[in-house]
């Protein structure tokens, strides 16, 4: 072949149908890779905007407001803990549960330790370590939690969709 020169390529007949179909497939995969790697772009997560809300949801919790602790969370989740008998999926759970850490006087203060945020669109994954400063018989303790925190953009919003913690071995 020489430059510009065109290369017809030959479509076979089917024959029961008599139509012609393409020998080739037609080459779309680029147009496809620049396609998504353009709707890629438009669902980055802007940095630090998931870190934020966390953060929020942990300011809450260590102020123990319900309403904007409970507002972190989807309509429909799951939360589980490593002392919980089954995983909390309402909001009037969630906030049970929040009662009773504020019942304990002081009440449990919550750090993020450590988070790693993956990108995934409409979706982020978050995973790392809270440090939970508990009082007991005037002694304070560390308590280490690993978690996992799923959270969807909804309606232009992020909220929890999957939560959980564990104690750190």
Same mark, same amino acid.
């Given at each position: 072949?020489?430059?510009? $020169?065109?290369?017809? &390529? ?10 012609? $179909?393409?020998?080739? #497939?037609?080459? %779309?995969? #680029? ?9 890629a772009c ?39 803990? *490593?002392?919980?008998? *089954?995983?909390?999926?309402? =909001? ?5 549960? &929040? ?7 002081? *009440?449990?203060?919550v750090s993020? =330790? *450590?988070?790693? %945020? ?15 400063? $508990? ?15 799923? &959270? ?7 909220? $929890? ?8 071995p």
């Amino acid at each position: 072949l020489r430059a510009g $020169m065109a290369v017809r &390529l030959r479509a076979p007949v089917n024959s029961t149908l008599g139509n012609t $179909m393409p020998s080739h #497939p037609p080459r %779309v995969a #680029p147009a496809a890779a620049f396609l998504c790697a353009l709707a890629a772009c438009a669902s980055q997560i802007a940095p630090g905007e998931v870190e934020a809300v966390h953060a929020a949801a942990v300011a809450a919790f260590n102020t123990c407001d319900h309403a904007r602790f409970t507002a972190a969370y989807s309509d429909r989740f799951t939360f589980t803990t *490593s002392n919980t008998h *089954s995983a909390y999926t309402t =909001k009037e759970a969630l906030g049970s549960y &929040l009662s009773a850490a504020c019942r304990q006087l002081p *009440s449990p203060q919550v750090s993020i =330790k *450590s988070q790693s %945020v993956r990108d995934h669109g409409d979706l982020a994954l978050v995973s790392g370590q809270y440090v939970f400063l $508990m009082v007991s018989q005037g002694r304070t303790s560390e308590v280490t939690q690993n978690f996992t925190a799923v &959270l969807r953009r909804e309606s232009g919003t992020w909220r $929890m969709v999957a939560h959980h913690v564990s104690l750190a071995p």
